[in-house]
Each structure stands twice: as structure tokens, then as C-alpha cells.
């Protein structure tokens, strides 16, 4: 069985990826934000790592699920950060509301699946 360090390394990445290319794709066409090549790094270090990771490593049940909700929440996340910083582009009342429900439905799942492995073990 796999560890359970390794299936948060996996959501970890999914977040950075998700962070990191919505702050590539505002560091690269938004007026607003001002550049930097960080984002860019990020996003191909956390994609090749993941990339890595499906090769090397077996998916258990439900993680794809996981890793796409923590893809999402890491560009909502950066979302309304950005539009906190910078309220001319926009309101951020509907990404932090999507992003407390996504970490609420995350937080359910992660729970239901470590009482479901503890109860797999003898």
C-alpha cells in the first residue's frame, strides 16, 4: 500500500501546477500584473514532476479526482489573490467562495479516504 505522504506530494504538485499556470498566463497577457519568469519555472517543474510521478507510480482510486480538485482550487486560489491585490480587475467573492467549498469537499474526501484505509488494515 502507498504511503500516505506520497498521495499529498501528489495533490501538493497539483496545486502548484494550478498556482502557477494561472500566474503564467497573468505574468504573460494581463497588463495589470507585471511579468516574471517564476511562474513559468514553477509550472514546468511541478508539470514534470507530476509527469514523473503517473509514470512511476500507480494512481489508487480516487486520486485523479483529488488532484484535478487541488488543480482547480490552485487557480482559483491565484485567481483571487490577484484580484485582491489588484481590485480594478474585479471582484473576488466568487473565487473565495469556490475555493472554501472546493477545500470543504477536498478536506471530506481526504478524511473519508484515511478512515477507509485504517479500517483495510488489520
Known amino acids: 500500500m502507498e504511503k500516505p505522504g506520497r498521495e ?26 507585471p511579468f516574471s519568469i517564476f511562474p513559468l519555472i514553477a509550472l514546468v517543474l511541478a508539470v514534470y514532476c507530476l509527469h ?13 479526482k483529488l488532484a484535478a480538485a487541488c488543480f482547480v482550487l490552485g487557480l ?8 485582491a491585490e489588484y481590485p ?4 473576488n467573492f466568487l473565487p473565495s467562495i469556490l475555493c472554501v467549498v472546493l477545500v470543504l ?4 474526501k481526504l478524511k473519508a479516504r484515511k478512515t477507509l484505509g ?3 488494515q488489520p
Open 8 to 33: 499529498n506530494g501528489t495533490l501538493l504538485l497539483a496545486l502548484i501546477a494550478g498556482l502557477s499556470i494561472n500566474g503564467s498566463f497573468a505574468a504573460l497577457f494581463s497588463s495589470v500584473v
Open 52 to 64: 514523473q510521478r503517473y509514470l512511476n507510480r500507480v494512481m489508487p482510486d480516487g486520486m485523479p
Open 76 to 83: 482559483l486560489i491565484y485567481s483571487a489573490i490577484v484580484r
Open 88 to 91: 480594478q480587475i474585479g471582484s
Open 105 to 108: 469537499w477536498i478536506g471530506i
Open 118 to 120: 485504517g479500517q483495510s
